[in-house]
């Protein structure tokens, strides 16, 4: 099928753009935050609720079968089928979510439902590398960010309140509801833009039979087993077992394995056009300066992921956890957005070469913002006298300040790094470079809140948020050693 193109910021683009992100966002938290919220509602232990955190291992292994998506028919059906399963899936939710001895049953509803919203995630994110150029990409990065926040707004506002107020089986339906929606736009609107791949069906008969029913046997003794056990001591050990971390170093080590075997392995495989996972990785590594890049993907968010790990606590401790939701919603959110729709407009007008580093300064700035207002707060008993606010009021409005900017800042850093991860897609597998991609960039996250608590214990919030700020500059220093001369924006 031949390609279309499509219009530089035309009705049409900012329609699907929006959508499609919509509908990445809104599975996500529902899966993610919104579990946790019925599972503990429905009389779920601490423990047991606990384990939702499992939920996020698919978003951590898409990689794996990425390459499969780029190769196998195309990412708008990929999109579809998926977006489809996912309409299912909640609308099966919500009509077992009033009773209450379904629970392990949509315990594993909701971990199967994780594994198509990471696959609809992957192909959304290809689909949008092969809908649109290069310019219009960097132009869209702040309008999918806002797309993708809106709906995250929405699932953990909207459908949380209606779960906790009216119940559960009208949450999950009307999540269905809108998907369902969703899907028919894209189902009659979506443009069609790629070359089809291998047929689906011919693929799935070869390919998918074992790994499905792998996949049901292995949730249903999984869940059975953690329902048995869901007061045990052994179920609150299994929360500690960081399964995902693992996952994570192992991508790290087996990139850097590849890295130095690349050549030899790239000759091996020439002739072997099916061998899809191992030429998707191999072509990923396939550039200059390949190590400087790996190290500088997971690291450009260091300081920001610890300082997120602790911004929470953080809020809490310093009497201020009451406000902390509001000042999110109503001054973060927007910032977010706001900053990073400015940031891909900056980057395409200047380049991703001269914004990155003013960007990523801006980003691990605010962990020194954070420095100094908790170190004011140590002095709480200082007041503006010239307006003779109270205490509190003043603590208040310095940490909507502090919000809002290390908000916007991020909204910038997402742009500048979503866009980068956007230049390391090329040839046939642009899913699945992403998918590498943001796997790598979710590594030093796996690890900051542990090692965040402790800093905190022994060196206070004031001096932690200035530690965090040292752990940012490696990445800052590595930008001047990426191999801009392959990269075109």
Not at 168 to 178: E, Q
Not at 384 to 409: H, M
Request: glycine fraction near 8%; charged fraction near 15%; proline fraction near 3%.
């Amino acid at each position: 099928m031949k390609k279309e193109p499509i219009g530089k910021l035309s009705v049409t683009s900012l329609i699907w753009v929006f959508t499609t992100y919509f509908a990445e966002g809104l599975p996500y938290v529902l899966i993610r935050t919104l579990s946790t919220f019925f599972f503990r509602s429905g009389g779920a232990s601490l423990e047991a609720t606990g384990l939702t955190s499992l939920y996020g291992l698919p978003w951590i292994l898409k990689f794996l079968w990425a390459p499969y998506l780029d190769t196998v028919g195309t990412k708008r059906s990929w999109l579809l089928i998926t977006e489809a399963f996912l309409v299912f899936f909640f609308f099966l939710i919500g009509l077992l979510s009033s009773f209450a001895k379904a629970l392990p049953i949509v315990a594993l509803l909701f971990f199967v439902a994780a594994f198509f919203a990471a696959s609809h995630d992957t192909a959304i994110d290809g689909y949008y590398l092969d809908a649109l150029n290069a310019e219009e990409q960097v132009r869209f990065v702040g309008y999918r960010v806002m797309a993708y926040r809106v709906a995250m707004m929405f699932g953990s506002g909207v459908i949380v309140t209606i779960g906790t107020q009216l119940g559960w089986t009208w949450a999950f339906g009307l999540s269905a509801l809108i998907l369902s929606i969703i899907f028919g736009f894209h189902y009659f609107l979506l443009p069609y833009c790629e070359l089809s791949g291998r047929p689906i069906k011919q693929f799935l008969k070869k390919t998918f039979s074992f790994p499905v029913i792998f996949l049901a046997v292995f949730s249903t003794i999984f869940f059975s087993w953690i329902a048995e056990r869901q007061n045990s001591s052994d179920l609150f050990r299994l929360h500690r077992i960081t399964f995902s971390d693992l996952v994570g170093i192992v991508l790290l080590f087996s990139l850097l394995l590849i890295v130095a075997l690349r050549k030899k392995m790239l000759n091996s495989i020439r002739n072997y056009p099916d061998a899809v996972f191992s030429r998707a990785f191999l072509s990923f590594i396939d550039r200059d300066r390949i190590t400087a890049l790996i190290f500088f993907i997971i690291s450009a968010r260091m300081g920001e992921f610890m300082l997120s790990t602790m911004a929470g606590p953080f809020f809490i401790d310093v009497g201020l956890g009451k406000h902390y939701g509001w000042i999110i919603g109503a001054v973060g959110l927007p910032c977010s957005i706001i900053g990073a729709m400015i940031g891909g407009w900056l980057i395409a007008k200047k380049s991703l070469k001269k914004m990155i580093w003013p960007f990523l300064f801006a980003q691990n700035v605010t962990n020194l913002a954070y420095m100094v207002f908790a170190g004011y707060l140590q002095d709480s008993e200082r007041l503006f006298a010239s307006i003779n606010v109270s205490v509190a009021t003043e603590k208040t409005l310095l940490a909507c300040g502090v919000v809002g900017f290390d908000y916007l800042a991020g909204g910038l850093g997402t742009a500048v790094l979503m866009t980068l991860l956007m230049e390391l897609c090329r040839g046939d597998f642009k899913a699945a470079h992403f998918a590498i991609g943001t796997g790598l960039m979710s590594i030093t996250g796996l690890y900051s809140g542990s090692v965040s608590g402790f800093l905190v214990k022994w060196f206070g919030y004031a001096s932690f948020f200035g530690i965090s700020f040292l752990f940012s500059l490696p990445a800052m220093g590595l930008i001047f050693f990426l191999p801009w001369q392959e990269m075109k924006r």
